[in-house]
């Protein structure tokens, strides 16, 4: 009995210097944060700005590893699986939560399969649509849409991504089907968006403020409860009667479940220091959003946010019975 005490007691010694280690040498080399979706879409872009100043803040580079495929599962099962080291990172959208009901054989579960560092941003959608589209605000796309929905197309960037949710979420509100395009990532989506080989599609505005502002596509709707300062002229969709199509693309930063508290909460003071950054801010503004206070870039805000938003999307994706396998 005394030995076996006397063994728990070095067990747990030995896990509290390794514990006190990690807290005064972690990082000591770079990090990988891996971004579920193809470079240079809208998730990629909040990812570069906000590696970007966790690294000055870490003293060690923040590598972003793109890893898309299967509406973001595949670069969130890959950091499911990896090291608890702190070394490995995600940094995912609101995928993370529909995941658990759009992929119904997932091979992790979202909330038992990470430990949470923080909320990033929450970034509104826009509808939008080809240049040349017939309506010209959102009125007269609600009725035209309503009158012609079996003729009409509407892109995505595949099956869970923010563009896709955004499309059922408009599907719903106008009670009408339209045919759904899913591509290999929101730049092949918005190409043909471009090129007129499509007519709709609901993005963020990290990937549309720069086009529907260059007048190369038609924008007429902000997901937001307000209007955006970018675009004071655009209503928002509860203006137009759609207040069932509010939704921000909120993004967060998880680690492999067993990941120490020491790395974690490292991880979350960065990512606080980086987004209260002046050029963080400035540079988010540009794209129709804004960082995460410092009340939601911590690990308990993150995780309440998860559970919530798998509460409020499992009975709207089961009620539209479309799922990714």
Sequence with gaps: ?????????????????????????????????????????????????????????????????????????LGAGQVAAAAADGYTILLHHIGMATSATLYRNLAYKPLEAFEYVGLVTEVPMTLVARKDFEPADMASLVTYVKANADTLSMANAGIGAASHLCGMLFMQALEVPILTVPYKGTGPAMTDLLGGQVDLMCDQTTNTTEQIKGGTIRGYAVTSPARLDIFP?????????LGSMEVAIWHGIYAPKGTPAEATDRLAAALQVALADPDIAAKMAELGTAPSPAADATPAALKARLEAEIARWKPIIEAAGVYAD
């Design 1 to 73: 009995m005394a030995f076996t005490l006397k063994l728990a007691g070095a067990v747990a010694g030995l896990g509290l210097m390794a514990s006190a280690a990690l807290a005064q040498g972690y990082p000591d080399r770079s990090i990988t944060m891996v971004v579920p979706f193809s470079a240079g879409g809208p998730t990629d872009t909040v990812a570069r700005l906000v590696a970007e100043k966790m690294s000055a803040d870490l003293g060690q580079q923040v590598i972003v590893e793109n890893v898309g495929g299967a509406g973001g599962t």
């Design 233 to 241: 002229d655009m209503p928002t969709v509860g203006e137009a009667g």
